[in-house]
């Protein structure tokens, strides 16, 4: 569990080691939007996934990368190359939905809880600090997501 | 982490009391992840932040009956491999589990195996190669060296976690990693590249050894490492 209170001492000081490094958004972030019945709801998620077919992700300059995972991709085109082996793959090796929920938005907007999903979702290689390195890429992204008219993320760290 | 976002203070999380990994909580549970994806779309509707709540449910902890085998030594070999190389050792737990993986891939449709372009007995070759201090050999023009080597490991690690889950039994996500670095020659073989790649002049190589081949947890316990 990630609690800090049921890690191991070692695990524990590893995790409370990153605070300093970490940055504050803050109230400035804050925005309000419509309704969620109206919103369009795409995934970022920092587990690392990638198209079968994509270049995987790398040590170096290719830790700030990201990958595109259109909408409709048939789970079995989809994979992890995560650099961190401190969380559990086996949950992800038996459904995607486990960090990558998009069987759960398609639903739901069949279901009309939320407006739509997007055409495209995105992944990030989440391991590694600081995480502000990965402004610019994060930034690009967000643009990307406008044009798809997106107005919600739901984001899924690992 | 809660800690983590009560540090960086995003406009609305959830914070769940899961695994890591699996920020869902559940696989093959598509009513327990929907409440999740629910409660965490529904802070976006809240009206003044920042919002942290804490996700009240639990995953379900997993039956293990008292009886239950299978989950401490799924491998076993008929033939004497005493004398075999660690090499060889690892190529007959391939062999010996190559069944239930392709009742994985039947079983799911799908396997997160097949990115580093090798095939398994080529992964623990190559990882073989490294760990008794032969240097890397060019493979893929498109990622750095360290990186194959990554994606070798990995592909091993998937390959035993989704064949044992196809075995009979409950399996943990705890029991899969201590089954895979306490009783594999697979195991083992990592352990041994992790000992080589520690030692290394390479940076990028130093830093593959030291953060992304053995979990820390497994650093902590079977490998008997101090804080």
Redesign the interface.
């Known amino acids: 569990?990630?609690?800090?209170a049921d890690l191991?001492?070692?695990?524990r000081?590893?995790?409370?080691g990153?605070?300093p490094n970490?940055?504050?958004?803050?109230?400035k972030?804050?925005?309000?939007?419509g309704?969620?019945a109206q919103?369009r709801?795409a995934i970022v998620t920092t587990?690392g996934l990638h198209l079968?077919s994509d270049?995987?992700f790398?040590?170096?300059a290719?830790r700030c990368d990201y990958r595109v995972l259109p909408r409709g991709t048939?789970?079995?085109d989809i994979?992890?190359?995560q650099?961190?082996?401190?969380?559990?793959?086996?949950?992800?090796?038996?459904?995607i939905?486990?960090?990558f929920?998009i069987?759960?938005?398609n639903?739901?907007a069949t279901a009309g809880?939320?407006g739509s999903v997007a055409d495209f979702h995105y992944s990030f290689m989440g391991?590694g600090s600081p995480v502000t390195r990965m402004e610019d890429k994060a930034r690009e992204v967000a643009g990307l997501l406008k044009k798809d008219k997106v107005d919600?993320v739901?984001?899924?760290?690992? | 982490?809660?800690?983590?976002a009560e540090?960086?203070?995003?406009?609305r999380s959830l914070?769940?009391?899961?695994?890591?990994?699996?920020?869902?909580?559940?696989?093959?549970d598509?009513a327990f992840?929907?409440r999740?994806?629910?409660s965490?779309?529904?802070l976006?509707?809240r009206?003044?932040?920042?919002v942290l709540e804490d996700y009240p449910e639990?995953a379900p902890a997993p039956e293990i009956d008292g009886d239950q085998e299978g989950m401490a030594c799924p491998i076993s070999f008929a033939a004497d491999m005493s004398k075999a190389t660690l090499l060889e050792r690892v190529e007959a737990e391939i062999s010996q589990l190559r069944v239930w993986h392709e009742l994985a891939v039947q079983q799911?449709?799908?396997?997160?195996t097949?990115?580093s372009g090798l095939s398994f007995e080529e992964a623990a070759a190559f990882a073989a190669a490294r760990a008794e201090g032969r240097p890397l050999p060019p493979s893929r023009d498109?990622?750095?060296p360290?990186?194959v080597l990554?994606?070798a490991c990995?592909e091993l690690?998937?390959f035993y976690?989704?064949a044992v889950?196809a075995q009979p039994g409950i399996?943990t996500?705890e029991s899969?990693q201590d089954w895979f670095w306490g009783q594999t020659a697979a195991g083992e073989l990592l352990f041994a590249l992790h000992a080589c790649t520690l030692k290394s002049a390479d940076a990028?190589e130093k830093?593959?050894a030291v953060?992304?081949?053995?979990?820390?947890?497994i650093r902590?316990t079977i490998g008997g490492e101090s804080?």
């Open positions: 569990m990630v609690r800090l191991p001492e070692w695990e000081e590893h995790m409370l990153k605070i970490l940055p504050d958004f803050g109230i972030a804050w925005v309000n939007g309704r969620l919103r709801v587990a079968r270049r995987p790398g040590q170096g290719a048939p789970a079995a994979v992890m190359t650099l961190s082996t401190n969380f559990d793959r086996s949950g992800f090796q038996q459904d939905n486990v960090a929920p069987d759960r938005l639903e739901l809880v939320i391991a919600a739901l984001l899924t760290p690992v | 982490m809660r800690e983590h540090a960086i203070r995003p406009p914070w769940v009391p899961f695994v890591l990994g699996r920020p869902l909580g559940v696989p093959n598509a992840q929907r999740v994806v629910e965490a779309l529904a976006l509707e009206p003044a932040g920042p639990e799911r449709g799908r396997t997160a097949g990115v498109d990622i750095l360290v990186d990554r994606l990995d690690k998937t976690s989704e889950m399996h996500v899969i990028l830093h593959f953060n992304n081949l053995v979990p820390r947890r902590h804080s």
